[in-house]
Each structure stands twice: as structure tokens, then as C-alpha cells.
């Protein structure tokens, strides 16, 4: 089971890009890196998943470098909606028994200030 | 998100009381999730759910149960409910009958329990 490393708080001002970067040292073959993003007193919402090199979306880009043991979302311009709780999670999201491997770590809390 | 409801958004109960949560969802989807989030700890999985006839324990299952009343119906029991059972509860849902990629989770808006 992978488990990921964050950092627990990041700060930055709007119209920053941020980076925010997870570990994943035993990340498994079938492993795929996934990010959620979390405000207060409501339920997480999926941002970004990726496999390999870069995906990006609307949202976000993650870039998951070749021996896949680390990725970064990015998050271009930020504004002050976009102070969260964000998390990186690793696991397998196609095959039975996939959802008992993803985790839920206690995330990075994103404070985004004008 | 408004197509997965949970019932009740705030709930106080005393200790030794029996207490359900309630879940629901329109998306359609076979797959459904209870998740506890305490501060500090981010979310833990309690039980989830691939259809009507398959329950499976979470991370954290002891002191609760579940039950699959319908595709869309997702119940979560506290029989006999302790203080250090007090969290903000989520319920999720996603589609597995798709060999898709991902398996993106739809959450609920929560129910904030307090055990006194």
C-alpha cells in the first residue's frame, strides 16, 4: 500500500502558480497518482489523476516524473477560492478491491492570500 | 454535490444511542463509500459498497454497520454511539461498471456528528 507524503501547509498570494508536491517511494505498477481538492465543511472533489509525464485539465496540470515516486499538481494563478485542503492520493482505480487502497492522507492545506 | 445527498447534516445524540446516517444518490452510479473525517487525520474509509449484495469493511469499521437498501440507498448505523465517535461523515459514490481510467469519487455534503 503507497503511502504519500505532502507537506501540511503552503501559503501563497493570488495570481501565483502553485506547486505542491507529493511523495509516493512505493508506488506499485498499477498504481495511479489522484488529487482532491477539499473546502471546509464540504466533501473532497476530484481534481487530476494521472499515470506518467504530465496531464493536464481546466484545473490543474500534475507532472509524475519517470520513476513515478513523486508528482506535482499545479495549480496556474490562484485566486483566493482556491484556499483548500488538497490530496494526493495512490492507488489502483479500476480493478476490485481498488477502493480499500485509496488512502486519504491528512492532505495540504492551501492558503491563498491577496 | 447535488446528486449525492446525506441525511442528516447535523446531528447531536447522546452516548449509547442508535444513530443512522442515511445516503443517497442520483447519479446512477453501483459503487457507494462511507468515509469519517476527524480533524487532522483527513478521511478514513468505514465501509464501502460495489452493489446491493457486496459489503465490505473499511479501515475503520468497528462500532459501525451498514446497509444497501437499494442501488441508490447507502445506510450508516452507529449502534451504540461513543464520544470519540463524534466526526463529519462522508458518503461517496462512483461509477465500476465502466472500465474507465479513473474511478472518481462523488461525495455528499456531509453530516457533522456530535456524540455527547
Known amino acids: 500500500l503507497a503511502k504519500t507524503t505532502q507537506p501540511i501547509s503552503m501559503d501563497s498570494y493570488e495570481g501565483q502558480e502553485v506547486n505542491i508536491t507529493c511523495s509516493h517511494n512505493?508506488?506499485?505498477?498499477?498504481?495511479?497518482i489522484t488529487w482532491y481538492q477539499q473546502f471546509p465543511s464540504q466533501g473532497p472533489r476530484f481534481i487530476i489523476q494521472?499515470?506518467?509525464t504530465k496531464v493536464t485539465n481546466e484545473v490543474a496540470s500534475l507532472f509524475i516524473p519517470a520513476d513515478r515516486k513523486s508528482s506535482t499538481l499545479s495549480l496556474p494563478r490562484v485566486s483566493l477560492s482556491d484556499t483548500a485542503v488538497y490530496y494526493c492520493?495512490?492507488?489502483?482505480?479500476?480493478?476490485?478491491?481498488?477502493?480499500?487502497?485509496?488512502?486519504f492522507g491528512t492532505g495540504t492545506l492551501l492558503a491563498v492570500q491577496p | 454535490d447535488a446528486d449525492v445527498t446525506q441525511t442528516p447534516r447535523n446531528r447531536i445524540t447522546k452516548t449509547g444511542k442508535r444513530i443512522m446516517l442515511e445516503c443517497s444518490q442520483t447519479?446512477?452510479?453501483?459503487?457507494m463509500y462511507w468515509y469519517r473525517q476527524d480533524p487532522g487525520l483527513g478521511l478514513r474509509l468505514i465501509y464501502y459498497?460495489?452493489?446491493?449484495?457486496?459489503?465490505n469493511k473499511g479501515e475503520i469499521s468497528d462500532g459501525y454497520s451498514v446497509s444497501r437498501q437499494a442501488q441508490a440507498k447507502f445506510s450508516l448505523s452507529l449502534e451504540s454511539a461513543i464520544p470519540n465517535q463524534t466526526a463529519l461523515y462522508f458518503c461517496?459514490?462512483?461509477?465500476?461498471?465502466?472500465?474507465?481510467?479513473?474511478?472518481?469519487?462523488?461525495f455528499g455534503p456531509g453530516t457533522r456528528l456530535t456524540v455527547l
Open positions: 461517496a459514490t462512483s461509477d465500476g461498471t465502466r472500465r474507465i481510467l479513473y474511478n472518481e469519487q462523488f
Open positions: 512505493n508506488i506499485a505498477t498499477n498504481d495511479y
Open positions: 494521472g499515470y506518467k
Open positions: 492520493l495512490v492507488g489502483d482505480p479500476v480493478y476490485g478491491g481498488a477502493t480499500n487502497k485509496l488512502i
Open positions: 447519479k446512477g452510479h453501483d459503487r
Open positions: 459498497s460495489f452493489d446491493v449484495k457486496d459489503i
